[in-house]
């Protein structure tokens, strides 16, 4: 049962959240300049001796900037709240709120295959949970934009990034060596999502 109204409570709510998400990812960082001066190191040591953590940091940031962007996208489609929509809003931020943790584990396990798993992971969560906002929006028109309704393409877009992400975390786990490389069967995605339009249609 949709609840008649714009949802202009869960995206200030949910921006919110993201932001704090990503602050959380940098103060690592902050944490690292005291610990090089008490060592008696220079300034570029805060640089040169936390690289990993710099990457994951960059990394996650991007991350989570996608996933913030997509989900405006969403919610461009979005007149009403139901409870179904609400839940999968629930999960998609845990895992925003979550992937700092992993990040940090990044930073100082790096591609320990626990880590890896763990951080894709999360990501694929949140993409899971993306996913379910889709397919809520998509099956009940009573939470759907009259004006802007969710395609079908849009549904199969989403899914196919996610069907990507399990497939990269897999690769990771069952190949150490590829670790985050994993990842880049993203790329493959838009392909996968055509091939599936074209079976569709066929």
């Given amino acids: ?16 959240i ?82 700092p943790f992993p990040t940090e584990m990044v930073g100082v396990y790096g591609s320990d295959r626990f880590t890896v798993g763990f951080y894709i992971g999360t990501i694929l969560l949140a993409n899971v949970f993306q996913t379910g906002m889709d397919a809520v929006i998509r099956a009940d028109p009573e939470v759907a934009s009259e004006d802007r309704p969710m395609t079908h393409e849009f549904l199969t877009g989403s899914a196919a990034a996610t069907a990507m992400l399990a497939v990269a975390m897999i690769l990771a786990l069952l190949v150490p060596t590829l670790n985050y490389w994993a990842l880049l069967v993203l790329f493959l995605a838009p392909a996968a999502e055509r091939a599936w339009l074209r079976h569709r249609r066929s």
Avoid at 1 to 16: L, N, Q, S, W
Avoid at 50 to 66: D, K
């Fill in 1 to 16: 049962m949709a609840i008649p109204r714009e949802p202009d409570r869960i995206i200030p709510f949910t921006d919110a």
């Fill in 18 to 99: 993201v932001a704090i998400a990503v602050t959380l990812l940098v103060l690592p960082l902050v944490d690292v300049v005291p610990e090089t001066a008490r060592k008696g190191e220079g300034a570029t040591e805060v640089i040169t001796g936390n690289r990993p953590e710099i990457y994951a940091f960059l990394l996650s940031f991007a991350v989570i900037m996608r996933l913030w962007f997509r989900h405006h996208q969403i919610f461009r489609h979005v007149r009403a709240y139901s409870r179904p929509l609400i839940m999968c809003n629930v999960g998609w931020l845990l895992a925003i709120i979550v992937l």
